[in-house]
């Protein structure tokens, strides 16, 4: 009997003593949380949340990232449409008298007469639903809202060939992304294409397969577009970042795919 108190009394204090000494990050690690707010981000010091700073950084939703993200500065050409908080980026916009082309985002673009009192209605600012804008084009239908043939810089538009599922056509040309545009390429294309910072990063952290990243930032952007999702979104950003290779193969690839074909002139 005394011999096992004796034992006892010596593995209660070696006991406590390794709680004491158990490193930090492990005695927190059932206190942090999954993942922290809008507006604050995943400290790595103590594996609680801490809030961004309104105008200097942000986090636009739920999120484990280890910093806050900086806010977005406008360019010359554009303004301030609503100021950097901590749970949202600062949103900009064209100055008056010029708009923001969907398929080139980084530029505004000088309006004809009237622009300022009807922006929503001038062609490249904002899209029309495309329930509304669908119209036939031969035996296809066009899913464009009302424009010019080809895109600012002259190349033809394409359209969705009759019968098929816009949504999964665009998939199977986001499956092909992945091997055509250069990694390098990935998070400039998407920022191009109207993904934030966060969202961007956001799709890193959650998926585990490297190159399936593109492919879920594809399709991010389309739940997100919704309707107004267009392959020559995808295209005008492609050439808006200078990969044109990847541009030409991706469009042989969606008319040779039977998914798309492009828009008659003649319309």
Avoid at 26 to 34: G, I, V
Avoid at 139 to 151: F, I, M
Avoid at 175 to 192: I, Q
Wanted: charged residues 25%.
């Amino acid at each position: 009997m005394l011999q096992a108190f004796l034992l006892l009394s010596f593995f209660v204090p070696v006991t406590a003593k390794l709680a004491q000494d158990r490193p930090a990050d492990l005695q927190r690690l059932k206190q942090s949380p999954l993942e922290c707010p809008a507006g604050q981000y995943l400290s790595k010091e103590d594996g609680s949340c801490k809030a961004c700073i309104d105008g200097e950084n942000y986090t636009s939703g739920p999120n484990v990232l280890p910093s806050c993200l900086s806010c977005r500065v406008c360019k010359e050409d554009k303004v301030i449409k609503s100021r950097c908080v901590k749970a949202r980026n600062t949103e900009c916009e064209c100055k008056p008298g010029s708009f923001e082309d969907k398929d080139s985002t980084e530029i505004c673009q000088t309006c004809s007469k009237g622009c300022e009192q009807d922006h929503e209605n001038t062609v490249g600012l904002s899209l029309l639903d495309a329930q509304t804008s669908r119209k036939t084009n031969g035996s296809h239908h066009n899913t464009e809202p009302d424009r010019t043939q080809s895109s600012p810089l002259g190349r033809k538009l394409l359209v969705l060939a009759n019968g098929n599922n816009p949504a999964d056509a665009l998939k199977l040309i986001f499956e092909r992304c992945s091997t055509e545009v250069p990694f390098n390429s990935w998070d400039r294309l998407m920022r191009h294409m109207g993904l934030t910072d966060n969202q961007i990063q956001m799709v890193r952290a959650e998926t585990q397969v490297p190159c399936e990243v593109l492919y879920q930032m594809l399709l991010k952007w389309l739940y997100q577009t919704g309707l107004g999702a267009s392959i020559n979104h995808l295209l005008g950003a492609l050439e808006a970042v200078g990969e044109r290779c990847a541009l030409e193969e991706i469009e042989d690839y969606a008319v040779k795919s039977g998914k798309f074909v492009y828009q008659n002139t003649t319309a």
